[in-house]
């Protein structure tokens, strides 16, 4: 069984540009989820789709979206990038079942914006 | 809110010592908790899950934590390090209703020969 798969899993922006990751989750898993690792605030939640709806959003600005497609593939974008943005970018996937939690982690997208 | 802590962001012991790494939760309703691994340039891996069952829950690669309700914890916990166990380790609640996690800031685990 296939695990998640991240891509690209480096890249590097400059200030202004946007950028748009891509999450493919485990086969028959309909949840996914968007975390942004960084050193000084650790592993912070962005927002999470079930069925091409986004059931939960974490607290970051308007210039991090996503969407999930009928496969439930995923992508999500950030605009006008700034410094701040650099991080590693990590899309979890999940059954969907509120109250089971386990869900399995991609390797990552690596974000370096200049 | 719910919310987890770990104890020490840096713990260090010798191949074959006992492993522990703290973790404290809070959260007015019964908790599911989770420890997840980081290996460099990795991805999370999950390592063990308490959902309501049995206190005690074992892990893969020999580590177990031990949910405590009294003193709102849930240490990691494995006999003898070895090499491989040096990583990043992530303690997690899940948010009530909600497939979404909050993660504790993380203790690096070093293990010297």
């Known amino acids: 069984k296939a695990g998640v798969t991240q891509t690209p899993r480096y890249l590097i922006k400059t200030r202004g540009q946007q950028v748009t990751l891509s999450c493919s989750p485990i086969s028959g898993h309909r949840s996914v989820s968007w975390y942004q690792q960084t050193p000084g605030q650790g592993l912070q939640f962005l927002f999470e789709?079930?069925?091409?709806?986004?059931?939960n959003k974490g607290n970051f600005p308007g210039r991090f979206s996503g969407r999930q497609f009928s496969n439930s593939r995923s992508e999500m974008n950030v605009s006008t990038l700034e410094l701040g943005d650099s991080a590693l970018y990590l899309c979890?996937?999940?059954?969907?079942?509120?109250?089971?939690?386990?869900?399995?982690f991609g390797e990552g997208s690596r974000l370096t914006v200049l | 809110a719910q919310s987890v802590t770990q104890l020490g962001s840096h713990v260090s012991v010798s191949e074959g010592a006992l492993v522990l790494l703290r973790c404290n939760y809070s959260s007015s309703v019964p908790p599911y908790l989770f420890w997840y691994v980081q290996y460099p340039n990795q991805g999370l891996q999950l390592l063990l899950k308490y959902t309501s069952a049995a206190t005690l829950v074992k892990g893969i690669n020999g580590f177990e934590a031990e949910f405590k309700k009294s003193e709102t914890s849930f240490h990691l916990t494995k006999p003898s390090a070895h090499m491989s166990d040096a990583a990043e380790y992530f303690c997690a609640v899940e948010i009530q209703g909600a497939q979404k996690l909050v993660f504790g800031q993380g203790t690096r685990l070093t293990i010297n020969p």
């Open positions: 979890a996937s999940g059954q969907g079942d509120r109250g089971t939690g386990e869900l399995f």
């Open positions: 789709y079930f069925s091409e709806t986004q059931r």
